[in-house]
């Protein structure tokens, strides 16, 4: 055999084992953060069930007035909700939004808070966790449309009412997205704590984090499999573009020592944001632990009241 022979076929072996790679490392990365079976959030549900820490929300919950509630999301899928309302006479309601990996049981300590404060609440499942249908997480961009197929239940059946969007993690940057289409009226402010800025760079740190190979790699095969399955670019996820036609007011939040959802992001956010805003951070919180500072709720219906 040939000498140039012998180089084409080692080039054309060594071109297909790095292809394969690739792809390899593609697909793990697409199922470690769209597919639920393969979620890069270890033991979500498995923390949302009763505890000795989420004792009193799960009473509060039990003894509360409650109702099971399914829609059709836009592209077929049947989604579940939760309304609370134990506060028939009120026109306030809070829609809660639960981060990746979990249901939710997991913003239990929000609808109390907002309980407390007269509101009626909406928790949601976002699709493919808990009671809604879905095989795959969009990581924001799906979910956002459904937000807003959820503000309208909300505002068909309770046309007088005032609604606060909020949302965790993954379900900030859902609300996020959301804030910066156009809503109905009834929607007086939004509420984001802790959500990444954008899914491209989500997905690079993703990758770091748990490989240590640059993330930036792999988006574009990560991508292809986005697009091909799900139907979207992951460049659509971004809270810039957003926020920038945003006429919501708007908070942040986010932990300063938030090692999931990079602490950077809740500036980039609040930069981006052309509306009213209000930035709270919180020194020695983790990922959506920022809860448990005496300042959070204070703050929060401080900003909400403005708007009420």
Not at 111 to 125: M, P, V
Not at 127 to 153: A, C, N, P, Y
Request: net charge negative; proline share 2%.
């Amino acid at each position: 055999m040939k000498k140039t022979t012998k180089s084409i076929l080692a080039l054309s072996a060594f071109t297909a084992a790095a292809a394969t790679a690739y792809y390899g490392m593609s697909e793990l990365t697409y199922n470690a953060i769209f597919n639920k079976k393969n979620s890069i959030v270890k033991n979500g549900k498995e923390v949302d069930l009763i505890n000795e820490e989420n004792k009193d929300e799960y009473s509060w919950l039990n003894n509360s007035i409650v109702y099971d509630v399914f829609i059709k999301s836009l592209d077929g899928i049947r989604l579940h909700g939760l309304k609370v309302i134990n506060n028939p006479n009120s026109d306030k309601w809070v829609l809660l939004v639960h981060g990746y990996g979990h249901d939710h049981h997991s913003v239990l300590n929000q609808a109390k808070a907002f309980d407390e404060k007269g509101f009626n609440i909406l928790l949601i499942d976002n699709r493919s966790f808990g009671l809604s249908e879905g095989k795959s997480s969009t990581m924001g961009w799906q979910e956002h449309l459904d937000i807003l197929k959820w503000v309208d239940e909300i505002v068909e059946e309770y046309s007088d009412s005032k609604i606060v969007l909020f949302g965790i993690s993954m379900g900030a940057t859902a609300v996020m997205l959301a804030s910066g289409t156009p809503l109905p009226s009834n929607v007086v402010c939004s509420i984001e704590d802790c959500g990444y800025n954008n899914l491209k760079d989500m997905i690079k740190y993703i990758i770091k984090l748990n490989t240590k190979l640059p993330g930036s790699l792999f988006v574009c095969g990560v991508n292809t499999l986005v697009k091909t399955r799900l139907h979207y670019d992951v460049n659509e996820v971004d809270c810039n573009r957003s926020l920038a036609n945003s006429y919501i007011p708007m908070m942040f939040i986010h932990g300063e020592n938030d090692e999931f959802v990079p602490f950077d992001d809740v500036f980039e956010n609040y930069y981006s944001c052309d509306s009213e805003k209000e930035l709270f951070t919180v020194e020695d919180a983790d990922h959506a632990l920022s809860y448990k500072n005496e300042e959070y709720y204070p703050r929060i219906f401080k900003f909400i009241d403005r708007y009420l």
